[in-house]
């Protein structure tokens, strides 16, 4: 089983900052938060991972809390195009906790 | 990243029949994976595809259903046997490096449905 929650739908206005929020309460302290998008008919797009730090590349944010029971995507300016299902994932670094286990994601819907 | 093809991008197929889906990446990884994702879901691991031995299949897998071959660093097979509608899912390649903490990059995947 996937061991991450997300809202399974949000809506979020074209320009504006798209927060995603996701759930991982039961992480491990070797396990890092990996964010993936697939948008309609595509495979999935990695976007960014994180440890414990806050994150920051060319496509978004990750801000982890300092338990590190929860994070946050930011998508900062959202666009038409960022219209896609948001994957959380927490994925260790041996064994079979390397494996990424996914869940059914965050439909996000951009809108005009 | 590295760039993923996978052939073919979508097919129509008789159930009994076998199809082979094959996943060729622009450069050497060390990891590739086949996934299943079923209409309206999301992806299940079928197996981590291992150059030059038998691949690791995940439960529920066999390697009856869905061998498995990968020659080299750069390309790998998926056959789905002996097809039934049940079978009617995308089927999604990803690679990655053996550095743990390198994300798995995916290709856009082969749309199979089974009549």
């Known amino acids: 089983d996937a061991k991450t929650t997300q809202p399974p739908s949000m809506d979020c206005a074209e320009g504006r900052a798209a927060n995603l929020p996701c759930n991982h309460s039961?992480?491990?302290?070797?396990?890092?938060v990996y964010w993936y998008r697939q948008i309609h008919s595509q495979g999935p797009q990695y976007i960014i991972h994180?440890?414990?730090?806050?994150e920051t590349n060319e496509m978004a944010s990750l801000i982890i809390t300092e338990d590190r029971k929860s994070s946050t995507l930011i998508l900062p300016h959202a666009t038409l195009r960022d219209t896609a299902v948001y994957y959380c994932?927490?994925?260790?670094?041996?064994?079979?906790?390397?494996?990424?286990?996914w869940g059914l994601g965050t439909s996000l819907a951009v809108n005009p | 990243s590295a760039v993923i093809s996978q052939k073919p991008s979508r097919d129509i197929c008789q159930r009994g029949t076998s199809l082979t889906i094959q996943c060729q990446v622009d450069?050497?990884?060390?990891?590739m994976f086949w996934y299943r994702q079923q209409p309206g879901q999301s992806l299940t691991l079928i197996a981590t595809?291992?150059?030059?031995?038998?691949?690791?299949?995940e439960s529920g897998f066999v390697i009856d259903k869905f061998p498995i071959s990968r020659p080299n660093l750069t390309f790998s097979t998926l056959t789905v046997s002996n097809m039934s509608p049940e079978d009617s899912s995308i089927y999604l390649c990803?690679?990655?490096?053996?550095?743990?903490?390198?994300?798995?990059?995916f290709g856009d995947g082969t749309r199979l449905s089974i009549l």
């Open positions: 990803s690679v990655s490096m053996l550095d743990s903490n390198q994300p798995q990059h």
């Open positions: 994932i927490v994925r260790g670094n041996a064994g079979n906790n390397r494996k990424l286990i």
């Open positions: 595809a291992n150059q030059g031995s038998e691949a690791t299949y």
């Open positions: 450069s050497q990884v060390t990891m």
């Open positions: 994180g440890l414990k730090n806050n």
């Open positions: 039961t992480i491990s302290g070797n396990e890092y």
